[in-house]
């Protein structure tokens, strides 16, 4: 078992008691809650006549189903109109925070979090959502979970968990000019394999990291879950805190410094052991975008893509699979299909960095014809400063829609959907068949750079060109 | 909550080959926008099941001879990826009550404990004879028995494994935790209290 590792020492200060299963009981500092995987979880609530116990640590926002043409009320599916208002009835009547459209800092669950404070070094954090992962950022140990978990999180704020495995992900050296946190995590994905990561939290570790900002990092962590890390962090250190500093949330003056204390004291000690660690050289890591439906197969932009006999045992049915479903053919490159859709955003590339790197990119520049390009802000908060900076602009001039914020084709249950076997570069973080929107669509993952790159092309190209 | 201790699973199975089945390809995102989970067994795979028109595809829980089927045989990485409890819902309100897999995602195998849907683990190699047999003879009866940690039928049996406390919950009918969880008022308090968050890091 890992030793002396930030996951230790955040599992340990939040174990409340033992289970007669063997399980942990582990209190849980932060609830995030979303419309989707709540409403059951409320009901189960009434059905055993229960409150939520710690009110002021859940927070809801509502995410995945929200137009992002516009948030007026009601909304023509009257599917999500219903799933509104009992997100709305749910958290009135229990007394939970929302952050609704009025509240100007609505959002995906996993950029509002971070980007008010809430998410803080050392906490335990969980969300009926598998991109929870992205918190881990902030040295935090957070985690999906299910409905049932929404419920027993809600009803007592702990949940009954098994600890897990941590192994340690080194990625040392420099990464190449116009190589992103994204292309970081795809090559990791596609090193260690789409199931690599089960039991495990990976601590992601070495001179990338300690490089890397916040919203890289979050990047990073957010994608652990497609490698099957259900949990990834960052040991916090002063880009953490500089990024911390003055959130609406976040401590200030005395409990400013206790909090830095107490928050540098939760990193994983230098002799730390591991139950397995992993190197990965950085300034090997090329632009990279996935061809198949795993987030494991990636290429680098301009590799050639594998012939299905040259890969392992295990892979060999997926990639048979892949190639049938998108269309592609093994030694082909990327760049060779033409594109339907580019989509930037979602919690894994919808912040403000995000939008910059593909502004620098689109900035005098025009979408190729026949491309459906569009740009969906994480938050509002998100849109509102790409507003004050002009971004809005720099993509609609190139022909990229400026859109609301929200989850939008990252799962496209609102109305933004692939139609039939459209092929779509989208910053988000899933490739699965039908993900999208279309039973038959199919996605190419990249970072949002390549994704405005590919949108001026009309097809997939190294972003490298783009930006000097 | 419930008392419904889960000791042996028995009953017809149905094999679906495939590594890393993702819950997207288990229920699509469509079906998440109704607030309660009655409706959810219509859903499994739908849209490897259904084309447009709503004409059958083949696909193994189309097929008459594993109506009523009760086990699962499944491969690697059996629901990776989003965390949604509809996943299971939808498996187990179409008629499954246990999965015997290579392995499982994470947060998918803690979704089907909480339902009281025991996920096991065996090798490759038995998991590909288990879909066989269940393949060649779809009438065959199949028990999982979390006491022996078995998977047997048609003749043969397996060593199939799970996580100890797991395991124990389903075997005690504690599986659905809040009731465990809320015995500890006490002691959450009191670990609440030497949380320095908590306390606004006073
Ligand atoms: S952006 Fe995508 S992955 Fe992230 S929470 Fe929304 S639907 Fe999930």
Redesign the interface.
């Known amino acids: 078992m890992a030793k002396g590792t930030l996951y230790n020492k955040v599992w340990d200060s939040h174990v409340a008691a033992k289970l007669p299963t063997g399980q942990s009981q582990l209190f849980i500092g932060l609830h995030l809650i979303h419309e989707v995987t709540s409403p059951q979880a409320f009901d189960m609530l009434r059905e055993r006549g229960l409150k939520v116990a710690y009110p002021t640590r859940t927070f809801a926002t509502m995410d995945h189903i929200v137009p992002t043409t516009s948030q007026g009320r009601p909304f023509a599916d009257a599917q999500a109109e219903l799933m509104m208002q009992a997100i709305e009835r749910n958290t009135k009547e229990f007394g939970v925070p929302f952050f609704n459209f009025a509240t100007g800092r609505q959002g995906i669950v996993h950029i509002i979090g971070p980007e008010m404070g809430l998410t803080q070094p050392g906490m335990t954090i969980a969300c009926g959502d598998s991109h929870t992962s992205t918190h881990g950022a902030f040295g935090t140990l957070a985690f999906g979970i299910g409905t049932s978990q929404v419920r027993d999180v809600l009803a007592t704020q702990c949940l009954a968990m098994d600890p897990m495995k941590v192994r340690r992900v080194q990625v040392d050296g420099k990464l190449g000019a116009g190589v992103y946190p994204k292309d970081v995590i795809l090559a990791i994905i596609r090193a260690l394999g789409v199931e690599g990561g089960i039991g495990y939290a990976y601590e992601y570790a070495g001179k990338v990291f300690e490089d890397m900002g916040m919203e890289g990092r979050m990047t990073v962590c957010n994608m652990s879950i497609e490698g099957g890390a259900r949990a990834g962090y960052v040991n916090p250190d002063d880009t953490t805190f500089d990024y911390l500093k003055g959130r609406e949330q976040t401590p200030r003056g005395a409990a400013w410094d206790k909090a830095l204390a107490h928050w540098r004291s939760m990193a994983s000690d230098q002799g730390a052991e591991y139950d397995d660690r992993v190197e990965i050289k950085g300034s090997e890591i090329q632009p990279m975008g996935t061809w198949g439906v795993t987030p494991g197969q990636s290429v680098a932009v301009d590799e050639k893509l594998p012939d299905p006999a040259s890969l392992p045992g295990g892979q060999r049915q997926s990639a048979e699979l892949a190639y049938r479903h998108m269309g592609l053919k093994p030694g082909q490159t990327l760049s060779e299909t033409p594109l339907d859709v580019a989509f930037i955003g979602s919690c894994t590339n919808g912040r403000i960095g995000d939008l910059r790197e593909a502004a620098r990119v689109a900035r005098g520049r025009k979408v190729a014809k026949g491309v459906h390009a569009f740009v969906v802000p994480g938050s509002q908060q998100v849109r509102r400063q790409a507003m004050d900076e002009g971004l809005d602009k720099v993509f609609t001039e190139a022909g990229f829609e400026w859109r609301e914020a929200g989850c939008s084709m990252c799962l496209a249950m609102n109305p933004d959907k692939l139609k039939g076997n459209q092929l779509s570069a989208s910053s988000s973080n899933r490739n699965f068949i039908g993900r999208q929107g279309s039973p038959n669509g199919r996605t190419l993952l990249m970072s949002p750079a390549m994704v405005a790159a590919a949108a001026l092309e009309g097809r997939v190209t190294d972003a490298r060109r783009f930006l000097n | 909550?419930s008392d419904s201790k889960i000791v042996k699973i028995s009953g017809r199975a149905v094999p679906v080959p495939?590594?890393?089945i993702?819950t997207?390809?288990i229920i699509?995102?469509?079906y998440?926008?109704?607030?309660?989970?009655t409706n959810m067994g219509e859903y499994p795979f739908f849209?490897e099941r259904f084309d447009?028109q709503g004409g059958l595809k083949p696909h193994p829980f189309n097929e008459p001879r594993y109506k009523g089927a009760r086990l699962l045989f499944v491969n690697?990485?059996f629901g990776?990826?989003?965390?949604?409890?509809?996943a299971?819902q939808a498996l187990m309100r179409w008629g499954i009550h246990a999965i015997v897999g290579e392995?499982?995602?994470?947060?998918f195998a803690?979704?089907c404990v909480?339902?009281g849907v025991p996920p096991v683990t065996t090798d490759a190699y038995n998991v590909k004879k288990l879909q066989q047999a269940a393949h060649d003879n779809p009438q065959a009866e199949w028990t999982v028995d979390l006491e022996s940690m078995t998977v047997s039928g048609a003749g043969e049996s397996f060593a199939v494994k799970m996580?100890?406390?797991?395991r124990?919950?389903l075997l005690?009918g504690?599986w659905?935790?809040?009731a465990?969880?809320?015995a500890?008022?006490d002691?959450?308090a009191?670990?609440?209290a030497?949380?320095?968050?908590?306390t606004?890091?006073?």
């Open positions: 909550m495939g590594d890393a993702d997207d390809r699509p995102a469509r998440l926008k109704e607030i309660t989970f849209d447009a690697a990485n990776c990826g989003s965390s949604r409890e509809h299971p392995s499982f995602a994470e947060i803690g979704n909480m339902l996580p100890e406390s797991r124990r919950a005690a504690t659905d935790s809040t465990l969880l809320l500890n008022r002691q959450v009191a670990a609440a030497r949380l320095p968050y908590m606004g890091y006073a």
